[in-house]
């Protein structure tokens, strides 16, 4: 068996699939053996936040992974579609499972992180469909529509407006339609649930804040920290190796690569000013470092490089390690 075969062999769906299959039985030992911590407090503006939708704790558990495959599928269609990983790879199954069951807690429950993290790329997915194509406002309205509405249930999804509105600028359809359709799509569920009395304006709240501290002790709230701070790093690594082969890309991939960069940055962002909130957007983080990673190893294919990516998913399935020892 060769060097250049095992790195093939990482970055086919058989490999990401067997890998995704591990993480599951691995979660799953986790949920059943009761070492999931469920997550308490209430951020919804006006509606209940996700973390309190399901109350049966098997099918919470279920919806959390169905939640965490989202990511997984967008990913597959921003590559099929857009050739955003500028080649075919399916790396990216094995990276998002492993980074999600770092966070073990996040990812055997379902709660407004598994929410975001199924939201923003769907309409990412809708973004892209809209590169030089000025009459699309459909597609515009429903991306700030569910932005709009998700924050009735959770606030830090305002915070993704910012990301869609520089995105209007990036796919070349900043303009006053696509503006006007922004602005009918984020005013249009809360006129809906104000106008059929589904929410009153007293119902409007400031949310509670409860920090990462109350939810988990000191220890397994310094390994989250210790896992965001890896992500990130790795993220930011990738970047900068990735920089100088994405500015000579045309103009297209350079919009669609600009657009995951606002991401990964409105969403580090997010998670200093929004500290005590910081577990909302771990799965997002995720999803932007496993693009920036995957898309990395993607075009840099060389023999010893499986090495490196084996390094990356070892050190998350320690993180993981820990925590079933804590």
Same mark, same amino acid.
């Given at each position: 068996?060769?060097?250049?075969?095992? !790195?093939?062999?990482?970055?086919? +769906?058989?490999?990401?699939?067997?890998?995704a299959v591990c993480a599951f039985i691995a979660a799953a030992s986790y949920f059943f053996c009761g070492l999931s911590e469920p997550l308490t407090g209430e951020r919804g503006l006006a509606l209940a936040s996700a973390n309190g939708w399901i109350t049966i704790p098997f099918l919470d558990f279920m919806a959390g992974?169905?939640?965490?495959?989202?990511?997984?599928?967008?990913?597959?269609?921003?590559?099929?579609?857009?050739?955003?990983? +500028?080649? &075919?790879?399916?790396?990216?199954? %094995?990276?998002?499972?492993?980074?999600?069951?770092?966070?073990?807690?996040?990812?055997?429950?379902?709660?407004?992180?598994?929410?975001?993290?199924?939201?923003?790329?769907?309409?990412?997915?809708?973004?892209?469909?809209?590169? +030089?194509?000025?009459?699309?406002?459909?597609?515009?309205?429903?991306?700030?529509?569910?932005?709009?509405?998700?924050?009735? !249930?959770?606030?830090?999804?305002?915070?993704?407006?910012?990301?869609?509105?520089?995105?209007?600028? /990036?796919? +070349?359809?900043?303009?006053?339609?696509?503006?006007?359709?922004?602005?009918?799509?984020?005013?249009?569920?809360?006129?809906?649930?104000?106008?059929?009395?589904? &929410?009153?304006? /007293?119902?409007?709240?400031?949310?509670?804040?409860?920090?990462?501290?109350?939810?988990?002790?000191?220890?397994?709230?310094?390994?989250?920290?210790?896992?965001?701070?890896?992500?990130?790093?790795?993220?930011?690594?990738?970047?900068?190796? $990735?920089?100088?082969?994405?500015?000579?890309?045309?103009?297209?991939?350079?919009?669609?690569?600009? !657009?995951?960069?606002?991401?990964?940055?409105?969403?580090?962002?997010?998670?200093?000013?929004?500290?005590?909130?910081?577990?909302?957007?771990?799965?997002?983080? $995720?999803?932007? %470092?496993?693009?920036?990673?995957?898309?990395?190893?993607?075009?840099?294919?060389?023999?010893?490089?499986?090495?490196?990516?084996?390094?990356?998913?070892?050190?998350?399935?320690?993180?993981?390690?820990? /925590? !079933?020892?804590?």
């Open positions: 068996m060769t060097l250049s075969f095992i !790195t093939k062999f990482m970055h086919t +769906r058989s490999f990401g699939v067997a890998v992974i169905a939640g965490c495959a989202v990511p997984v599928v967008a990913m597959y269609f921003l590559n099929k579609i857009y050739n955003v990983l +500028r080649s &075919i790879t399916s790396l990216y199954i %094995a990276l998002y499972s492993l980074m999600m069951l770092a966070s073990p807690d996040l990812l055997t429950q379902f709660y407004t992180g598994t929410l975001l993290a199924a939201t923003v790329p769907l309409c990412i997915l809708f973004l892209f469909s809209c590169y +030089r194509e000025p009459e699309s406002s459909k597609h515009i309205f429903i991306i700030f529509l569910l932005l709009s509405f998700f924050a009735a !249930t959770q606030y830090c999804f305002l915070f993704y407006l910012i990301v869609f509105i520089v995105g209007l600028g /990036q796919m +070349r359809i900043f303009n006053a339609r696509a503006l006007l359709a922004a602005a009918f799509g984020i005013i249009t569920p809360w006129w809906i649930m104000l106008g059929f009395g589904i &929410i009153s304006l /007293q119902e409007i709240k400031m949310p509670t804040f409860v920090s990462i501290f109350a939810v988990f002790d000191d220890e397994e709230a310094a390994i989250l920290l210790l896992t965001i701070g890896i992500t990130i790093f790795a993220m930011f690594a990738c970047y900068v190796l $990735n920089f100088f082969k994405a500015i000579a890309y045309n103009a297209k991939a350079r919009a669609f690569n600009g !657009t995951f960069t606002v991401l990964a940055l409105v969403t580090i962002v997010a998670m200093c000013i929004d500290y005590p909130n910081i577990i909302a957007y771990i799965p997002l983080l $995720n999803f932007s %470092a496993t693009m920036e990673i995957t898309h990395y190893f993607s075009t840099h294919r060389s023999d010893k490089s499986f090495a490196v990516i084996f390094v990356i998913l070892a050190v998350y399935a320690s993180i993981f390690a820990c /925590q !079933t020892i804590i």
